[in-house]
């Protein structure tokens, strides 16, 4: 997370700097801008979809503009705010309220006169209210909402009006009450009228719509749900965002689940939505799918996995601070263990649901004495007050009651079952030193990942030291030797990047590797336009005593193309194939276009004797093939697993 507060404060440090080195006028920076951010969006549809991608194009949209120049301001604060939205994922509310008010001072210089200003200005604090709300600040979070509204309230234009209406109803959606929720269900109809209409051009609005009205009906009218449901599907073939896809195959799911009881489609949705958040890594929708497939077990009766599934799905509820959810789930072990007649532990988990359930009702009921907020009359404020309170009492004396029967029922199922108390013990027992077993392991995976964040860190700060070194240097080879170790180094950093990012501490996913490093390399020679990338490899995973060598191969034979292949700025294709074979043997080929060469050299320079030795290292051979254009292939021997 610090890492990220950091990397967002010294990307708008550089700007200048980065200037400095385009030489761009003004309008042909907000040119190239655009291209880049053209192209990070690109890599947040499917099937392309790269997280890292998208970072890496919309930092270079902002690293060419420069944040003194008028003309560039709005677009920068446009592109600083999209990509708080895109990177806040890994920060709590607490340092999302402190980042973004810090930035707020840069919007506010911003001139209010003209319209695209102020409503750069609406969006922000719209965001900022959304945050403020999510953090428990209902009062700030009002304030703002309210202040941005004032930003547009004279745009007559239909676009804005309709978005401002979109988002007052999710904002009191976000509030979780029913009578926000009423509120919110208006403004959300009244929305839909016009994104309906122009669903084509703003089909994440009209996404967000048709979602938000399939969850709000899913418990009242399970056909208006199914409705809207089917609405989003008619998007889904143009609408390429994988979380839209991803929650379409859940609630398909859980409706076929639910309501028709067709377990085995029901199945094949929630399987195909875990094939997709794996994919794209959305691990936020995990816990759901898992319940859904507990759900299935526990109607076909297989409760044990039931069990299972549920008990995932509550660790998947903890780590996201998803507390609600999580008591629910300890309901549902509950319900499982006694429908499958084990008492013993359909008491244990009662108790710990009804205590967990009292302290979130405890929180919800903190979070509904918000009415002066929400400037509501006193008088209908003093009556939900009242019900309020009486609701509470009435749910703290049935939790009593049942608490109390419960009690009466365990004493009596407890002189029945006294022979079965040493297997009881035992039982716990060994659930406990595997519960052991799992946080040790849990502890281990954490700080493994925290090395590699490390490593990575600190491979920057040494391919930022050989940056440094290189500017003071005026001997063009001297200069050219610098970048190719300032690669190398990148080479081995995105190796422990994709560790400590990924779900598999051992092994990288090598064509992402690949495409992460080739871009870098590319970009550092400033050749992205005039040579082009050929990924023909499926996914492979290799471990990083493999994956090391590897990339640094393939940063030698890149960098060399680029310089040798296709002179005079000629343009030109790279191709890079890998493939795993029979007798485990990893084969893979660097192949080019460009000019060509005579003959196999080796050891001419200090990039050929390292392919050599890290090709040696991997037991492998080299050999070229100069015909059409050049050729690199190998063969590597890999270990056993």
Known sequence: MKSLILFLFLLFSQLQFSQAKHKLSAKEALILSAKYKEKASWFTDMPQYNNDSTAFYSAKAIKVLNRNEPTHRNTLLQLQLEMNKSKFYALSNAEKDSILNTQWTDYQELDPKAKENRILQYKYLVFWANIKLQKGDSKASLDLFEKALALIRKNDAPNVKARAILDKGLYYGLYGLEAEKKLSLKYLKESLVFYKKNYKKYPSEYYMINAELQYYYTSKNIDSAYF???????????????????????????????????????????????????????????????????????????????????????????????????????????????????????????????????????????????????????????????????????????????????????????????????????????????????????????????????????????????????????????????????????????????????????????????????????????????????????????????????????????????????????????????????????????ADNGVGKSGITHGTGFGGQLVSLLTNQLNGTMREDSQNGTAIIFDFKLKAA
């Open 228 to 590: 809207y449901l089917n609405e989003v599907k008619t998007i889904l073939k143009d609408f390429k965002k994988p979380l839209c896809h991803i929650w379409y195959y859940s609630s398909l799911g859980s409706y076929l689940i639910g309501e028709k009881q067709n377990y085995e489609e029901g199945r094949t949705n929630i399987n195909k939505t875990i094939e997709l958040i794996e994919a794209y890594h959305f691990e936020d929708y995990y816990g759901y799918c898992l319940e859904r497939l507990a759900d299935i077990d526990y109607y076909t009766e297989n409760y044990d996995q039931a069990v299972v599934n549920y008990s995932k799905a509550r660790e998947v509820y903890l780590k996201n601070n998803d507390h609600f959810a999580a008591v629910n789930a300890l309901n549902n072990i509950a319900d499982t263990y006694e429908t499958k007649g084990d008492l013993a532990n359909a008491l244990k988990f009662k108790k710990q649901y009804y205590t967990e359930s009292l302290a979130s009702q405890k929180e919800l009921n903190d979070r509904s004495l918000r009415e002066s907020e929400l400037k509501v009359n006193v008088i209908n404020q003093e009556k939900e007050l009242i019900q309020k309170s009486n609701l509470q009492i009435f749910f703290i004396v049935a939790l009593g009651l049942c608490a109390i029967s419960l009690l009466l029922f365990y004493r009596n199922v407890r002189l029945k079952q006294r022979s079965n108390l040493k297997l009881a013990a035992v039982n716990h027992e060994l659930e406990d030193k595997n519960e052991l077993l799992d946080k040790r392991n849990a502890e281990n995976e954490l700080l493994l990942k925290e090395i590699h964040h490390r490593v990575k860190n600190n491979l920057e700060v040494v391919s930022s030291l050989l940056a440094l070194q290189s500017a003071q240097i005026d001997d063009p080879n001297t200069k050219d030797a610098m970048a190719e170790s300032q690669n190398r180094v990148n080479s081995i950093g995105i190796v422990h990047q994709k560790l400590y990012q990924g779900t598999n501490l051992g092994a990288i996913e090598m064509k992402d590797y690949f495409l992460n490093l080739s871009e870098s390399i590319l970009d550092s020679f400033g050749a992205e336009e005039r040579v082009e990338l050929n990924l023909a490899m499926e996914k492979l995973d290799l471990d990083i005593d493999t994956a090391v060598p590897l990339g640094l191969i393939i940063n030698e034979l890149l960098t060399n193309t680029i310089k040798y292949a296709f002179p005079k700025g000629e343009k030109g294709t790279v191709t890079i194939k890998m493939e795993r074979k029979k007798g485990n043997i990893l084969h893979l080929e660097v």
